[in-house]
């Protein structure tokens, strides 16, 4: 059983930085995609990062560029770094592993980033 533990938010001002971790136990020898999540207040949770194999990255268009998403394998381990952090940035910050075959998702607590402005 994958179980996945987050780390690194907090209070931030507008303008600064956190970098967040996730991690992973158990067997994740097939999982496809690592990758960030985040849902704010009253909104549905939406798509923030994700690293795949070769260390491919793609980003939401509204972090693009101050945030970056990595992968520690050997430490079973993956990070957010995000900077010039905005208000627009506060929310529940989730680590989510996807396998494609067969599909399924685990998912990590959550952890919270507020930005103050």
């Known amino acids: 059983q994958v179980q996945l533990v987050e780390s690194g938010g907090g209070l931030v001002q507008a303008g600064g930085s956190l970098t967040l971790s996730c991690v992973s136990s158990g067997d994740i020898s097939r999982i496809d995609v690592m990758g960030w999540y985040r849902q704010a207040p009253g909104k549905q949770r939406e798509l923030v990062a994700t690293?795949?194999?070769?260390?491919?990255?793609n980003y939401a268009d509204s972090v693009q560029g101050r945030f970056t998403i990595s992968r520690d394998m050997a430490q079973n381990t993956a990070y957010l770094q995000m900077n010039s952090l905005k208000p627009e940035d506060t929310a529940v910050y989730y680590c989510?592993?996807?396998?494609?075959?067969?599909?399924?998702?685990?998912w990590g607590q959550g952890t919270q980033v507020t930005v103050s402005s």
């Open positions: 690293i795949v194999s070769g260390d491919i990255t």
């Open positions: 989510n592993l996807h396998r494609t075959w067969p599909e399924f998702d685990y």
